[in-house]
């Protein structure tokens, strides 16, 4: 490599980047040009966010390592995503991923911006062992109530795995009919890995698919509000009832409905 003070700023960003030894990185905050210089505080940060970052990730692994140590290396969490709206069905989903990945910034779905749970979406799909979605159709909501709804579409996900789990970690439910040692952890998709990854699986998928009914029912503006009680929602809603996606037994559809 040729010598710093021979290279222009662009150059020595590309070098820098490309070599960030602290033999460079000292050689950056020695030189006499300030754009220079405020490349070498630029790495500095960027590293010492990946440190944090490598960090936050770590403690979301530690009821993974616990299981691990005690011989349960393949763990599949399970999230879902569709609790609360009016309309459409909820989805869950099963994710098993490896003991090293790749995944900056995996957390929690809705503390995600839709563009980083996209790419973390592709992401995960690309690493993870295994993963599967299950979901239950509004019908079944109405029939079985959304808890137990929500335990289906889980199962479902799980048997959809063609790698068999060792362990279940489950966002705060246990799913009796699965016969598997599982483990629920409260707010498991903060502090769990690979819940939050299932989390991000189930969300991206659901508001896909919403995405997808809207032209089905454009009235509603699905791909807008993905199902959820917005005023706009609704304002529709009481102006043409419900359509085949909403959750009848739910209190506002319910309510709307009995108005008709």
């Not at 995996?106 to 295994?130: F, G, V, W």
Request: glycine share 6%.
């Amino acid at each position: 490599m040729e010598p710093l003070s021979q290279m222009n700023v662009r150059e020595v960003e590309e070098a820098l980047f490309k070599d960030p030894s602290p033999r460079m990185l000292c050689a950056c905050q020695k030189d006499p040009r300030q754009g220079v210089r405020k490349l070498a505080v630029r790495l500095l940060k960027y590293q010492q966010a990946q440190v944090v970052e490598e960090a936050r990730i770590q403690h979301m692994l530690v009821e993974e390592k616990k299981l691990w140590q005690q011989g349960f290396l393949l763990l599949a969490g399970i999230d879902e995503a569709g609790r609360g709206p009016l309309a459409g069905p909820v989805m869950a989903a099963a994710c098993i991923l490896p003991a090293r990945f790749e995944l900056p910034g995996l957390n929690d779905s809705k503390m995600l911006t839709e563009s980083k749970r996209e790419k973390l979406y592709a992401q995960i799909q690309a690493q993870a062992i295994d993963y599967a979605l299950g979901s239950a159709e509004p019908a079944e909501i109405d029939a079985l109530n959304i808890l137990e709804a929500t335990k289906l579409a889980m199962k479902r996900a799980v048997e959809g795995l063609k790698v068999r789990p060792h362990y279940l970690l489950i966002d705060a439910l246990t799913l009796p009919t699965v016969k598997l040692p599982q483990l629920p952890l409260i707010g498991g998709d903060l502090i769990s890995a690979t819940i939050a990854a299932a989390s991000i699986l189930a969300k991206v998928t659901r508001d896909r698919l919403m995405v997808e009914l809207d032209t089905l029912y454009p009235e509603y503006t699905f791909s807008k509000n993905k199902g959820y009680g917005t005023s706009e929602h609704m304002q529709v809603l009481r102006r043409l009832g419900p359509c085949p996606l909403h959750r009848r037994s739910f209190a506002p559809v319910k309510r709307e409905t009995s108005a008709i």
